[in-house]
């Protein structure tokens, strides 16, 4: 925790980053595991996120709300993609589409989707940005400097991520009442 506390220049800042740790730290480390499947890359997919996170502490007002235990949970899954990225080039494509598309897909939707429900069976490259944007309130500039995406990008996948939420919501009425938009 010391190199963290190094790069935060308030007494406070840190006191406040150290309840997030030790509050969320675990989370953040089984979520890592499961996408990653190994401790060693699981702790740096969650080592980055924390590193990511002394930028955007001044944003957390209460360490231990759901909002912050979201955000953790979107920085550590986000920074488990990017390593799975990363190893790309040397792991057959494949094996990653398929570990990819099973982290991602849903098991089978249930008779009456709700928006929560939907949001859960988008993929993280569509859920991550909605979350950011909307439950948390980031603004398009501070969403491209976290996911290390452009603004253009950010708002092309806002706007594929409405698009397609939209679109599950749709068939999922006209499954469920028999009517088409």
Known sequence: MLIYFQLIETEEARSRFEIVYRTHRDMMFSLAMRILGSEADAEDAV???FLKLTDWLDRID???SPKTKSLLALMAEHAALDMLR?????VSLDALDELE?????????PVRVDLQTAMAALPAR???PLLLRYYMGFSVPEIAEMLSLSEANVYK???RARQRLQQMLDEEEAQTYGTHR
């Open 47 to 49: 080592h980055q996120a």
């Open 86 to 90: 990363q190893r790309r080039r040397t």
């Open 62 to 64: 209460d360490p231990r």
């Open 157 to 159: 996948t806002l706007q």
């Open 101 to 109: 598309d099973a982290l991602t897909a849903p098991s089978a939707l």
């Open 126 to 128: 569509y859920r991550e």
